[in-house]
């Protein structure tokens, strides 16, 4: 009996071997594990023999055919934007000027001269932070670029994010003048804090103090003046919003150095523009408007080199600016809408830098925001 055990181990180990390293002759049985495999590689010859043929010349690019409402904006000939009249430094209605000024709302200009070589092609329309989800929903504004956080479900119930234009996370700002012992959130222990509804804010908020086992008591507006001004008046112990937009009200202020901004940073409000749903090309263009502008920043392309950037050699930069090759065609738009774009309002950096860099009131350095290639997270995928 072992002698037959010891045979078929030798024969099995054989088989193993001679299946493994040659090919099977009439083998015993256990070979046809070996012919299996086989078999395989047979399917696959089958499946590419029924492919095309490699050989065959590519097609050019398809140009794009217009989605409905990428089409209704080039018929009206001017942009709906969604933005805010109520932060300075992203989104502001100057009331003197009645001019929008701000971070989000060059990214509508750039849209603007993107499409129309005119930065003044359009319209403005202010939302709060509750008409946001409608406003999409409604197809009342072609693109919202309004700090406003990329969640799952505004993606899946309002319309498309397309990227992110700034990386923020939400921070709560106290009077230290006047409670100068507060520290960390675990310090609000019973306080009022004010907050505005139809915010990521006002959900984030519950969560934290929960997390750190602090009660609190919320003071909850519709509008982001009104949240401040009870704040400034004393009638809540805190402020709570994205930091960004701690730091643009706390400008606004009666005292601004009055107040600090705790080290906590309490979620992740990832902001940028977003689309109603239905047009898959307008949503491309949005989101490639937001990329080409970071990836002008990353190939050194400014407003003020833009025509230099021309004659270029660098393969990238001539793609990007459309010297060479047909990728706007794919997209709908024009062969120098980039070029449009970055004359118009700079590349990413320059947007940042002029409405929230150092030379302005909020001083913000771009830490997240930088570039992939200095450390930050603004990363555009390739254009070709
Ligand atoms: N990023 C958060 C908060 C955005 C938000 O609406 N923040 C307020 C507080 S700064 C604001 O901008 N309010 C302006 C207004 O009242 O219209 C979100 O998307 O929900």
Redesign the pocket.
Known sequence: MKKIIVALASLLVFAFVLGACAPAPSAPQIVKETVVVKETVVVRETAAAAAPKATAPAAPPAPAVLGARFKAINDRKKLICGV????PG?GYLDKATGAFAGFDVDFCKALTAALFNDVKAVEYR????GQ?GPALQTGEVDVLI????WTVTRDATWGLFVATTFY?GQGMMVNTKKNPTVKTLKDLKDASICV?T????ELNLTDRMRAENTAFKPVVF????P?FAAYDEGRCDAVT??IS??I??RTLLKVPGDHTILEAVMSK?P?GPSVPTGDSQWFNVVKWAVFELIEAEEYGITSANVNQMLTSKVPEVQRILGVTGDLNKTLGVEKDWVVRMVKAVGNYGEIFDRNLGPKTPFNLSRGVNNLWTKGGLMYAPPYR
Do not use: K, M, Y
Not at 126 to 129: D, G, L, P
């Open positions: 805010n009249d109520a932060l992203f202010a939302v709060t932070a946001r309004r700090n406003t956080t923020d505005q139809g915010t990521t804010t519709d509008t982001a003046d949240t919003t994205d937009g701690l643009s009200r409000e902001l």
